[in-house]
């Protein structure tokens, strides 16, 4: 038996702290996105982490809580991973209370699939991320017990991306991965894992070491103009036999902008 994933990212609610991030569009956005999780019969719902706009502590949590309540809304569980201005004054333990996390990093079984949620926040350096090596530790130990395709999920990507064109990251074209990436994609090389991440606000695939990235876009990425966030999302439907089938949909106008296929790796 597969699994259907309703996916959202870079949700960034709360006041507009760069431009073409119109922040407050994002519940509403998060509203109609619940919608969608609904009619499109998801599974499960996975964050992919950012999402609020963060000014100050006070603020950033009650913005959190805004965005919790949205997702306790949903009519399918939801799972989260902590990004970089999710931390950026509210603090790890605050996130997890908020959110209801059973840990900053943590595993799920759902349909024989190992569904392994890493904290790419755990070392930031600026907007780039960093794990633990005891994180790393419980990553192996996660992979070397899982069945069939561990799914695993990030904030910052695992993989290597060619930022040109990417208007947050052309100029901090490092930024937007994991120090040390290099450790993790030799733990997940050879596991058949399939990564998921989010971060850069852009759908961007590829395959390294026989192992398929996938990066999600922002919700609320309005890029190049100041308001009107088309409201991204995706929707992945993975087979038993690692094939992944993902639409990338938007919300304004409704419409799915294409469509991407990451065949079998065995």
């Given at each position: 038996?597969?699994?259907?994933i309703?996916?959202?990212?870079?949700?960034?609610?709360?006041?507009?702290?760069?431009?073409?991030?119109?922040?407050?569009?994002?519940?509403?956005?998060?509203?109609?996105?619940?919608?969608?999780?609904?009619s499109?019969?998801?599974?499960?719902?996975?964050?992919?982490?950012?999402?609020?706009?963060?000014?100050?502590?006070?603020?950033?949590?009650?913005?959190?809580?805004?965005?919790a309540?949205?997702f306790?809304?949903?009519?399918?569980?939801?799972?989260?991973?902590?990004?970089?201005?999710?931390?950026?004054?509210?603090?790890?333990?605050?996130?997890?209370?908020?959110?209801?996390?059973?840990?900053?990093?943590?595993?799920?079984?759902f349909?024989?699939?190992?569904?392994?949620?890493?904290?790419?926040?755990?070392?930031?350096?600026?907007?780039?991320?960093?794990?633990?090596?005891?994180?790393?530790?419980?990553?192996?130990?996660?992979?070397s017990?899982?069945?069939?395709?561990?799914?695993?999920?990030?904030?910052?990507?695992l993989c290597?991306?060619?930022?040109?064109?990417?208007?947050?990251?052309?100029?901090?074209?490092?930024?937007?991965?994991?120090a040390?990436?290099e450790?993790?994609?030799?733990?997940?090389?050879?596991?058949?894992?399939?990564?998921?991440?989010?971060?850069?606000?852009?759908?961007?695939?590829?395959?390294?070491?026989?192992?398929?990235?996938?990066?999600?876009?922002?919700?609320?990425?309005?890029?190049?103009?100041?308001?009107?966030?088309?409201?991204?999302?995706?929707i992945?439907d993975?087979?038993?036999d690692?094939?992944?089938?993902?639409?990338?949909?938007?919300?304004?106008?409704?419409?799915?902008?294409?469509?991407?296929?990451?065949?079998?790796?065995?």
């Amino acid at each position: 038996m597969g699994i259907r994933i309703a996916f959202v990212s870079d949700i960034h609610s709360g006041p507009e702290t760069v431009e073409c991030r119109p922040g407050k569009e994002a519940l509403p956005l998060l509203r109609q996105f619940s919608e969608e999780v609904r009619s499109m019969k998801a599974d499960i719902v996975i964050d992919l982490g950012d999402r609020i706009n963060n000014t100050s502590h006070d603020a950033d949590l009650e913005n959190l809580k805004a965005v919790a309540a949205e997702f306790r809304t949903m009519a399918v569980p939801s799972y989260h991973v902590i990004g970089n201005h999710d931390v950026h004054f509210i603090s790890p333990d605050e996130n997890m209370a908020v959110l209801a996390l059973p840990g900053l990093y943590y595993s799920v079984s759902f349909r024989g699939f190992r569904l392994i949620f890493l904290d790419t926040a755990e070392l930031l350096k600026g907007g780039m991320g960093g794990i633990s090596d005891e994180q790393k530790e419980w990553l192996a130990d996660e992979l070397s017990r899982a069945d069939g395709f561990p799914l695993i999920f990030s904030h910052h990507p695992l993989c290597i991306q060619d930022q040109r064109g990417n208007p947050f990251f052309v100029s901090d074209p490092d930024g937007y991965t994991v120090a040390g990436r290099e450790d993790l994609t030799a733990l997940i090389s050879g596991s058949k894992a399939i990564c998921f991440s989010g971060h850069t606000h852009w759908m961007y695939t590829c395959v390294e070491d026989n192992v398929p990235f996938l990066s999600l876009p922002s919700l609320l990425e309005s890029y190049p103009v100041k308001e009107g966030a088309p409201g991204r999302f995706c929707i992945a439907d993975i087979d038993e036999d690692g094939t992944v089938n993902l639409s990338e949909e938007m919300l304004r106008p409704r419409r799915t902008l294409g469509r991407h296929f990451i065949p079998s790796m065995l």
